[in-house]
């Protein structure tokens, strides 16, 4: 699948949730974006970032759903067990998110952000990399889960469209 497939997956899923929204709205209902589910969905980010940066594949298992579906910045599509196993070795040197929209309806919720990421590529140099995501979470027997993530490098490198932060001229 090419980039720019997962760049119109990651817009169609937006522009979804946008008209599920307006939806809920004119029918006089709200997202509910509750303190309580909040919280747990940026704990859960923050979990889920450190257990990349960290490799605990472990960790990963708890956090990720059972029919996960993740999209990298290639293109390229794995399940939940490819993730598992990619992140047993792939190291990741740094990894900062700022999460841009989170919003929640039900036992949905839509997490829209940026991430900086410094890696070590093939060469053995440092690859430093500024990636788009959108991050679907499921609530399932009272528990957050990851069930989906798409993303894609930041064609504005931290430009304009996702609010130019000093760090991110690399």
Known sequence: MTRLTAIGVAALAALGWTQAGCA????GRVLDNSPVDESAIRRLEEAYREA???NDATALARIVAADHYDMNQNGNARNRDQLLELFKTFSIRSLDV??????????NAVVAGRQREVR?????????????????????D???QL?????????NKGGPATHTRANDVW
Not at 98 to 107: H, P
Not at 120 to 140: A, K, N, P, Q
Not at 147 to 155: E, F, G, K, W
């Open 24 to 27: 809920a709205h004119a029918a």
């Open 52 to 54: 990349k940066v960290k």
């Open 98 to 107: 700022d999460i841009e929209r989170l919003r929640i309806s039900g036992n």
């Open 120 to 140: 070590r590529g093939r060469s053995g140099r440092d690859c430093r990399e500024i990636h788009l995501f959108l991050r679907t979470y499921v609530r399932r």
């Open 142 to 144: 009272g528990r957050w």
């Open 147 to 155: 069930l989906t993530n798409a993303h894609y490098r930041d064609p």
